[in-house]
């Protein structure tokens, strides 16, 4: 079968679209499906990205467009960038990045390394979540003796963690 | 890769070429590198530079200003993985900071303030991250970071959000790439949340069957959680590809054996060489090494030509920028001389 368009390759993309219940079939040649954009594979990342932000059903974009007070970005900036301007715009536009990074990565939390400076408890509550981890496995293994000096560990955490948050 | 990747093969280094690490860092209120104006670019530089001397307790490291490097050092840099495609382009107020035997580079002023990045031959992946949290805590002790404590370490692109690392494994897979397999390999490893790519990063082509894998995804898992997934699968990966070798070798040898000594015929005799048919060439005679096929060849050397023969790896070993033709020329004599020294 011949390209529909060009009627000179052979055509090798099948669009198959229904529209309101109305189901037409093109038949193309990968140059054209290429440039009519019927082909799935030119994706690009400023609009994928767009897609992956809550739009308002009705088209239009959501109220006055919010600015980052320490870079002056917008929400449009970062669409057109896929970058932010500074590390405030993340609390600046929380609500919508929030779900972003859910899409993005599945999940909105950081479980990983934390900063030593200033952030302490948070590391040793990271540090005593990995430790229960352990723990449970040296149990499920029946290793008592391992499972009892990670226990010992925890509490010592805990422990300063309690002095340091008097 | 880095010196250390050409020179040692490290573990599973028959299959895995080489593993990095990479941290993307950077400083509390300054705007990130694309949004920040000339003084604030200025002001990340200068904490740049002034790191060098708390890095130099963990190795000895020098600080570059990107401008000063003349372009051809720039591309041979980058053909090493040194730095970013990006990083060569645009150089004003961009830095480096490099290990003396290249196994530790941070870029500054990239896409973010800091690409910590930590290469290990072999499949390394739990001591490339030890070493760059080293690196990292060592910076951390001079420097604040951009962090929250729920989305974690804060990045202009938000697909590096949260730990800001991604960890890669670099694979030879020549076998697999033979018997057909390579697609069902790959796709199945990109299920299961993991990026495939040529050899030279986002949107590059492969050569000579070299693949990276790498995480896709940064938030929501520790560090550790991430590099035992990608490690797991490289190990699935690996063992595929033993698996096909193993097959080549029993069901097809015949057929193998003409390719392999085909491929170190071209390249003992070819006049004129594009880099691509060089690597595709090279990467068929590391597997006839590894079958045991082509017993009297030096496996490092021929590691080492893979790099040696890119564009600006051989400008520069010429002391000039040459036209494509000439450098085919080039590297063609460079190849059959390495080579027949061997016999």
Redesign the interface.
Known sequence: MLCEKCQKEEASVHVTKIVNGHKTETHLCQHCAKELGEFGLSIDLPNLFASLFDYSPFGGKLAAPKQCP??G?TMEDFRQ????????C??TFRDE?EP??RR??????????????G?AA?SAE?QVK?LRERLQQMISLENYEEAAKIRDQIRALERQAHREGE | MSKSWTKEEGPQGDICLGTRIRLARNLAKVPFPATANREQAKQVLKKGKELVESLNHLASVKYYELAEVDELERQVLMEKHLISPEHTKKTSNKGLILSENEDISIMVNEEDHFRIQVFLPGLQLKAAWELANRVDNLIEANVDYAFDPDIGYLTACPTNVGTGMRGSVMLHLPALARINQLENVLRSVSQFGLAVRGLYGEGSESYGSIYQISNQISLGHSETEMLEHLSRVAHQVISSERQARQYLQEQNRDENEDQIHRAYGLLTHARIISSREAMDLLSTVMLGIDLGILRDLDRGLVKKLMVEIRAAHLQKMMGQSLPAQERDRLRASLIRDRLSRQI
């Open positions: 320490t870079c970005s960038l896929n970058q932010f301007g500074c590390s405030d993340y609390v990045v972003l990074l993005l990565h599945g999940s909105s939390h950081h479980e990983g390394k934390v900063p030593a400076q952030y948070l990271r990995m």
